[in-house]
């Protein structure tokens, strides 16, 4: 990108298996960014976004779209189920927010159909025990038809007659594939297909290029945010396999979604829960099975955005924060939620993996059989008495609050620099110095100005 600056661009990601709170994060800074891209993932990943008494639960729009002076972007990197974008779009302007010339959709963005949908839960049904623990929308299967060169992108939204057969062709051969291999029942394709058009007719004038619109941006001097779906520890390739999601999460995914060098995406920020959670099936070493995980779930209202499933919860994970810090080059991390952690006596944070043989492991392994093995070493440290809900402030902390951030950047060798002590905008505090701490204190600062503002 000509006269482009990565220090203008900046890309947010989950640093653990998804749901850190990412929605929030992208919502706080997307009033200093011109443009905000969603690169990866579909409508299996949810981004919550709370401020005021206003809430939106957003799927595959960018959250940036909540503020007026963002374009939002979807890259060529997700898989887009047109009916669910059409409903999420209707829920927007119900809501006072209107997308129209402030959302662009890549041509080349793979669609979804009811028959992904289909095979999607007739698959994980035959799984039987070892289920991965999809979120049933299709995912897999459409990443599968683009693995294959077979399917539908989003540029046919443009083309109706194009639309009618190619995608009357997929979903035939899906049904075949539902009825001899699963038994199940086939998918209605004409009710199918008069819903599609009705959708082609809403997306179509969004459809776009993105990789050229973000150059002008850049040469402009107009500052992007990149926005990650799911987490590091869902990533196809570097993650848990096959407990994963079926796309990259990493930040060189960004690029390869947008079109645009590598160069151009600026630092990375990891968003990570001060506990961990997860979705689905796989192995999870520091998972809480005992009344403090209820409790961690009830407060800190863990339940998908996207599903309503309950939440798996477990004590933090060093030894994976590490890893993720390592594989995806993280300049530092957003901690969410410290105030879930409020009135426990004791926090628990796993700083090693011991295999059954005593091998200590610095990293987690590439097999999950393996990582479902091991046993977590632990150190404990103490709880704070106080609430740290709302406080704006690093010094206004509990000191054995603001003991636990410093043992977590020990750990994990990048700095700490945004912490939430709430649900809302503006329970957020900035620590530190560095550059991105300052980017992060200037886009806070504007947001608590505004919601001061009578």
């Known amino acids: 990108m000509k006269g482009h600056s990565s220090q203008q661009a900046l890309l947010v990601l989950g640093g653990q298996w998804g749901d850190e709170g990412k929605g929030k994060v992208v919502d706080l800074l997307s009033a200093g960014f011109k443009a905000v891209v969603r690169y990866n993932g579909g409508h299996n990943a949810g981004h919550t976004v709370k401020f005021g008494d206003r809430h939106f639960a957003l799927h595959l729009v960018p959250s940036g779209i909540i503020h007026a002076g963002s374009r939002c972007y979807m890259g060529a990197w997700m898989v887009v189920d047109p009916l669910a974008l059409v409903a999420e779009i209707a829920d927007l302007g119900e809501k006072g927010v209107d997308v129209n010339g402030r959302l662009t959709v890549s041509p080349r963005a793979t669609l979804i159909l009811p028959s992904h949908q289909a095979l999607d839960l007739a698959r994980e049904q035959a799984r039987g025990a070892s289920s991965i623990g999809t979120t049933g929308r ?5 990443y599968q038809d683009l693995a294959q060169r077979r399917a539908l992108r ?41 819903s599609l058009r009705q959708a082609a007719r809403v997306l179509s004038p969004l459809v776009g290029e993105i990789g050229p619109a973000l150059n002008r941006h850049g040469e402009r001097g107009e500052p992007i945010l990149f926005e990650g779906a799911q987490g590091i520890m869902l990533d196809l390739y570097h993650g848990t396999y096959p407990y994963v999601t079926s796309s990259s999460c990493l930040p060189g995914a960004a690029a390869v979604s947008c079109g ?59 030894v994976a924060a590490r890893y993720a810090v390592r594989v995806a080059g993280l300049a530092g991390v957003a901690l969410m939620k410290l105030d879930v952690l409020d009135g426990l006596e004791e926090i628990r944070v796993a700083v090693g993996y011991k295999t059954a043989n005593g ?38 902390l509990p000191p054995a609050a603001r003991a636990y951030l410093e043992f977590f950047e020990d750990h994990l060798g990048v700095p700490i620099v945004l912490v939430s002590t709430g649900p809302r905008r503006e329970e957020t505090l900035i620590r530190g110095r560095s550059a991105l701490a300052e980017r992060l204190r200037h886009a806070v600062h504007t947001v608590q100005e505004a919601a001061a503002t009578p």
């Open 154 to 194: 989003a540029g046919v939204l443009t083309e109706p007659d194009r639309l009618e057969a190619d995608a009357t062709a997929l979903m035939e051969s899906h049904n075949r594939e539902l009825e001899l291999l699963f038994g199940a029942a086939p998918v209605d394709i004409a009710q199918a297909m008069k």
């Open 260 to 318: 645009i060098p590598i160069a151009t995406l600026g630092p990375a920020l990891g968003v990570m829960k001060a506990y961990v959670t997860r979705v689905g099936g796989g192995p999870f070493p520091t998972e809480i099975e005992d009344e403090v995980g209820d409790r961690l779930r009830e407060r800190g209202n863990e339940f998908g955005t996207t599903t309503g499933r309950p939440r798996r919860c477990g004590w933090f994970d060093a």
């Open 359 to 396: 091998r200590v492991l610095a990293e987690p392994p590439a097999d999950a059989r393996k990582l479902a093995e091991i046993e977590p070493v632990y150190t404990t440290l103490p709880g704070w008495g106080t609430t740290t809900r709302g406080i704006t402030r690093e010094k206004d």
């Open 138 to 142: 299709g995912i897999g299967p459409a």
